[in-house]
């Protein structure tokens, strides 16, 4: 059974920091790129960053370039997003993705986590 959970969210001042978690299961984690995305309410669902199998490539979007950091441990199966000086605009609920393949012109297969709700207000 496929799962990606999620932990880490919650309520923080601007200027503050939060670490959210993604662990996996039900396939191979390092076979998989990983990708944090967000939906505000009201707003359509964005790509935050995302990693490859072995971290050669990461990519942010624009506005959370040098304040977020997405990792991955490939041995304990969980992908990171380290955000600091957040922002009220970061107000959102964060979902984990996995971009799984069994080889590399399999097909693709993309896995959802059930979100956490990261809260920036004084």
């Known amino acids: 059974q496929v799962q990606l959970v999620e932990s880490g969210g919650g309520l923080v001042q601007p200027g503050g920091s939060l670490r959210l978690s993604c662990t996996a299961s039900?396939?191979?984690?390092?076979?998989?790129?990983m990708s944090w995305y967000r939906q505000a309410p009201g707003k359509e669902r964005e790509l935050v960053a995302d990693i490859s199998p072995f971290s050669s490539r990461i990519n942010y979007r624009d506005s959370v370039k040098d304040r977020f950091t997405i990792s991955r441990d490939n041995a304990k199966k969980t992908v990171y997003l380290q955000m600091n000086s957040l922002k009220p605009e970061d107000t959102a609920v964060y979902f984990c993705n996995a971009e799984y393949r069994s080889s590399p012109l399999s097909r693709k297969y993309y896995y959802w986590g059930q979100g956490t709700q990261v809260t920036v207000s004084s």
């Open positions: 039900g396939f191979t984690f390092s076979n998989s790129a």
